[in-house]
């Protein structure tokens, strides 16, 4: 495969050069001063895109996962008792992953296309007087349906329950591409990681983290050691990790951050919205539908797509990959070969979105699916060339 | 501007990651066996591409039209007469060329859109019995005009009038993405580039040199030094080099030849053929001209497009730019502002040609030319599914 | 500082062109068949540096650290007894994850400069009659003390005493550098990681794990998720990840092993063992002493060196990267400001290893310790132009 | 042999980090602005290295040879006179390119070891009262000797002559390393190239040209296209190129001056003087002799050092190759097997350079020089610790 096609899966994303420049440092001394120049600034401005000024930022050499472990095992103790809503793949791992841990997992299933059900929530958690809940852990956005929830709402039914839980929210796929406001929607505790909005390779779990869950730290009784947020913390004030660091990671996460302020936060989240409406409107052009139940749910680093039944998501898939040499995400768990994904997150531009609108419409043609070739390509040109102004062209 | 947009000017071309890998080789001390090892393999691979059993393969550090000087210097003496047609930027610059280093050129000046005139090349050189013209040259592909040129037709043309004349070729934009038939079509100096076919960075000129050419070095007068072909011949002959070589373009080289072998030269020209004909689809939809008058002028490295009087071309190239970040190129000397063209060659894909097409048509909307957006991506996407067989995938 | 001059802390240690270019791998979709065909045989190349045939290799992209977490809670439950020797930093944080992972954690205390004691080991395992002794943990080579143990010694001792715990040995810092023999040791877990002996960035812990550990995987109890053994290797069957991927790594080990087995593993080991005794002949000129208390204890791939009780050996290594930018490992624990490092492993040359022991006296005599220039260096010089014949020179 | 021992030709040199990623930029369009902003800074940054403030910068893809060819050819016409000193194998060459390109060359035959002779300049320019000695050549640093030549004392010899014949200078390996003055001293072409103190990659003569230089371009009549000062100007004017740019050379360009100018010229002057004063001392040391007959022409790039008669220094050179994995510089022309050479220019720090010490003491205590190992090294390590006030530590 050509390594100058671009991918659609939704992360990891294609690194842009400045980030394989970043991440090509040599190996250097992490206990000396310039790691340790380099990686305090790292932390504090990784809280401007976490959109936290009393959080602090927290990251471990591990993937998404990781970093909900180590979420989990932080701030709750063996047979705690959270609150989840299961609308796909991402947070139905999310729920094993409680299960697994030895957490009382309640759990509210959803139509996987449905976002976070607040109103559900505030129910459930005006019910638990007695506070058994201990956490809410909600997905901002769901890899597997395209699905962005509203976390602002659950915050708002958390409050207007009264209830103390901690809410925690799963932004590996949405943070550095969407609107995140950590401070402002009363997140507890937000999990990303490096491969998707920090366009770097993956290998770091990336979490925000509120006074109130550093708090309950010393009462959780979850084991853990590798994910402990008070070794990592107590490493981190003098500069230090309290193992290896993952220097090219943090030294690309240096950069990352010089491009995403560089372009601004706010024209980064235009981007992705723009890129985003175009694949939208092609969608709309082949005359599908997306996973996403309605607008307000639209991620815009993701689109999931449904296929009709008698045709096979899977099939569309490889045969883009093996055709083109172009891959795009499968239908995951009770979406696989019922829909498709479209990665549109990370160092993207609208000119490398519409060679995946045209590969995507040759594979479908390939395969005798209905398609005029061209028509989602037409719609999506349309919208880009009129919405140029909306965004800023540095993407990368 | 982002590095992930594919470049559509025709060379330098975009380069693949395995010859940006290649040529990141550290200094490495180039009188030493590792140099000479990789070094003598590059010359002797090289030949398979010009298509040369008997010739020699010289290099330079510079760029094509540095090859074209040595081409000159190395068999001409002040004085000598030399055939060449003008018909477009290239071969002008080469005439020019001539002038300056005090040859007594005879051009033919050919309407821009047309080949090589193998009809007027044997009237003139039948009409030269004295045999005072010592070289014809030649452009195998203009790559102002997007013409490819017959050589075959030449060296006919040259051989029905028994004349012992030389035959020089430009093929730097044509070398390793087209058919070149050096001892076949009687080439005795073939001048090329490293960053064109074989997707390097622009630094070395390549040239093949037939037997023939080789016997009259010794009697040519032209000064020349840095240039001088037996200067290097000789260091060659022991691996090594009259001066500090280009360390990286060499080893970029050696993997450029791997990539093209790999892949199979007829693989390679099969599916430049493909994504040039899908560009030509393009056009046709758009109800545009190609410069080159006739197809089986072609080429299928560069496609050379009238727009209507109304229209300026440099106006669209600049708007593709500034507002998409994407680099077509320009029309050059008297077709500037007449026409634009579109580079297809090196290490792309249809899937990237597509990103370009797409990109052409938002910026003639944008200019208000009257385009149906999609129209020429539809067309190219339906030319390009249907002819996958015809190439293989493994482009880069 | 420059990012040329080599380092000298034992790991991370100085990457090799090779690698650092298999590195820059540009993202591709982990589900598809090239990361497949590339995986799948990395995990099988790696059961040779292991020295095992029946176990299997299992990765997490973490630290050292986490694959020690890994070790223990894929094999162990709460309350479980397992018997650790601390004769180190390193081990001592071995220790300390056992009690926060909840075992019941009995210590051997040994001189920090002794290896693990086999014989006490013996006598413990033989009065444990009811076997509550679930594992014996070992650290091959001691990282913060220069010392390798006889893992083959404790081997016997668990043997002698007819003792059913499993062995796991901590190999971080020897693996690919020393000779490790898994099977036949009866190695239970090794747990190595990519950024000593394979030379790669920090973020792959990479274990060997025996089919008697592999037997007890299902009842174990303690907590697990990120680190879950039946995930990875169910994900791995079929050439996947149950998470995202650490790509570029991967491709990185992939091209390590390559290297490794280029040299030949028993060429890797012999140019360890003497680049080692170089240095130990340096110490020996400058009259200081090991912290390892007898030559089979050695470590080929870091020198611990005692400085008198007058002088601060932080002031030393401090000194040496402010004056020279040149890095050396610190005294940890309670070594700390006693002892100094000489990290001596991976990509490493007998003239790198001589600029490191120039520097190191430079910054010696700085400081006022009496020392005469050269004399560490000549008697390095002395053993590695005399010992030339026995070792490869094609160490990258 | 391994990327990471430092390589001792005197250029091409190690290529620090931060100009290897520079010159990994992508292809972008030469005609577009990005280019253009990129190269416009470079002329005039480059202007500040050369000292000079009303000259011109010039560049060529070619190498230092080209670069003298250009020197040549835009300001000289067939039969003009020239008069060059002999004193090492580059001032043959240059000697032998004004041959070649129908110069009368006047030339001086000094003692290889001494540098140019301004006295003998001064009489020769005095006799010659019709003034038909067109330019005066004279290399700065003669890279085969390592001798540095007094320009200013050339210049007062050409004005005590009262004669106009225009200065060249070849300063290939002393530029951006030695201090050079191109305005105070009246050069009027000085030459060099990427590789040397640019610390780049092969593939760029770089020109500091005066505005007297400029005033014969247009009646020199020697024959020049590709090398040819007036289209090279005309398109720099617009921050273009007359051919395709070498790219990749350009943006290092960019970065070494960066690199140079943080540092600050003077300090990497100092840095130089101390890196060979360390070399210079161990080569008393060693009871050796460098070819430079008197400290003053003492070159602060390479040093050149004579072998007793009875000793081969190509022995010597190939066994520090074959034995040991490092590259030092042969004895070129009438020195070859008579003297070895040390380059230790460009991104080069104490540290690496005692490595190369070391290096060369093994390798002659293997061919069994009766040299004390070590002794070298300590003399260099002697003043490198004391001089380390001397100059800055921030070399790469």
Avoid at 138 to 162: L, Q, Y
Avoid at 266 to 280: K, T
Avoid at 338 to 349: D, E, Q, V
Avoid at 369 to 384: E, F, H, K, M, N
């Amino acid at each position: 495969m050509s390594d100058q096609n671009p991918i659609f899966i939704p992360g990891p994303t294609n690194i842009p050069d400045r980030l394989r420049l970043a991440m090509q440092v040599q190996t250097r001394d992490h206990r000396a001063p310039d790691f340790v120049e380099t990686f305090a600034p790292v932390l504090e401005g990784t809280k401007k895109v976490f959109g936290t000024r009393d959080g602090r930022v927290i990251t471990f050499p591990a993937s998404g996962t990781g970093g909900w472990e180590a979420a989990v095992t932080n701030t709750l103790s063996p047979g705690d008792k959270v609150l989840v809503a299961r609308y796909g793949m991402f947070s139905h791992r999310w729920i094993d992953l409680c299960q697994r841990q030895g957490l009382d997992v309640q759990v509210v299933d959803c139509a996987w296309g449905d976002g976070a059900p607040a109103d559900q929530f505030e129910s459930i958690l005006s019910a638990d007087t007695h506070h058994n809940i201990k956490a809410v852990l909600v997905a901002h956005n769901e890899t597997a349906t395209g699905v962005k929830s509203d976390i602002d709402a659950v915050r708002k039914a958390v409050d207007a329950a009264s209830h103390p839980a901690l809410m925690f929210v799963d932004c590996v796929s949405s943070l550095a591409s969407m609107e995140f406001r950590m401070d402002e929607w009363g997140v507890d505790i937000a999990v990303s990681g490096s491969q998707k909005g920090f366009m770097l390779a993956t290998g770091m779990a990336i979490l925000g983290v509120s006074q109130k869950a550093l708090a309950v730290m010393d009462s959780a009784k979850l084991p853990r050691t590798f994910f402990d947020f008070r070794d990592m913390m107590n490493a981190n004030a003098s500069g230090g990790f309290p193992y290896t660091p993952p220097l090219q990671l943090i030294y690309g996460m240096n950069e990352s951050l010089n491009m995403l302020f560089e372009e601004g936060l706010d024209n980064v989240y235009a981007r992705h919205f723009r890129l985003a409406e175009g694949v939208r409107r092609a969608i709309s052009a082949w005359e599908l539908s997306l996973v996403a139940t309605s607008p307000e749910l639209y991620s815009d680093t993701v689109s999931a797509i449904y296929v009709p039944d008698w045709f096979d998501s899977n099939a569309l898939t490889d045969h883009a990959f093996n055709a083109y040499g172009v891959s795009f995400g499968i239908g995951l768990g009770q979406m696989n070969g019922k829909a498709f994904r479209i990665g549109h997150l990370g160092s993207l531009t609208d000119v490398m979105v519409l060679s995946g609108l045209a590969t995507i419409e040759m594979a479908m043609a390939d395969l005798e699916y209905p398609i005029t070739l061209g028509s989602g390509v037409a719609a999506a040109q349309d919208y880009y060339r009129k919405s140029q102004g909306t965004a800023l062209k540095t993407a990368a």
